[in-house]
């Protein structure tokens, strides 16, 4: 009998997917990949699927890519009802919301940041000046505003839709990347509370401890 497998690539946003694994309790085969030199997915990835990229879980004939649709797919096949609210709720329309938002809206400027980062190291001086322009004009207010706004949804609430869903396992990684990226501004109570509450869950320390740190030091 095929077992689920779950490809791994270090340091990246296959962590959601190794976490929500861990709170489902399903029985999986872990393989994991080391990134290149370069910083980049190795070419063993494009094997399991052509993008080359993780997550990417594979179930039999079924070869799932893309980590929405991964966490739509794990749900589906073993969630039992279990991390989603109830169809047609208000709590819903907000799980279906942030389950988009997080790589629609709050990724891309959290990956322009990473560009210019590595901007600035690869050309020092105009490099810095060309990363600082993107960030002062693009970057920083996008991450702010974002982060502004989910503290302004999780007032009053410890989960984003009701209780811990799908939709939570999709913000974990931008909602911290952001808090960890230079540029933003003020503190947010309700973010770090709610961060706090993720690393609280014995099955998100059961996914580090197996997939590895989230971001390099």
Known sequence: MTKLTLHHLEES?????????????????????????????????????????????TNGDDVIAESGALVEYLLDTFGEGRFRPAADSDEWRTYRFFMHFAEGSMMPPLLVKLITGRLRKAIPLLGRMIASQIDGAFTDPENQRHLEFVES????????????????????????????????????????????????????????????????D
């Not at 290149?36 to 990835?45: M, N, Q, S, V």
């Not at 501004?185 to 197996?210: H, K, M, Q």
């Open 13 to 57: 946003r296959s962590q959601r997917a190794l976490w929500l694994l861990e709170e489902l309790g399903v029985d999986y085969e872990f393989k994991r990949y080391s990134r290149t030199k370069a910083g980049r997915a190795p070419k063993e990835l494009r094997d399991v699927h052509p993008l080359g990229k993780s997550p990417v879980v």
């Open 153 to 216: 949804a999780l007032e009053g609430r410890q989960w984003l839709a009701g209780e811990l869903s799908g939709a939570d396992i999709m913000m974990s990684f931008p909602v911290m990347a952001a808090l960890s990226r230079a540029g933003v501004e003020g503190s947010f109570p309700n973010v770090s509370a709610y961060v706090s509450s993720i690393e609280a869950r014995p099955a998100y320390t059961r996914a580090l401890d197996r997939g590895g740190p989230l971001f390099h």
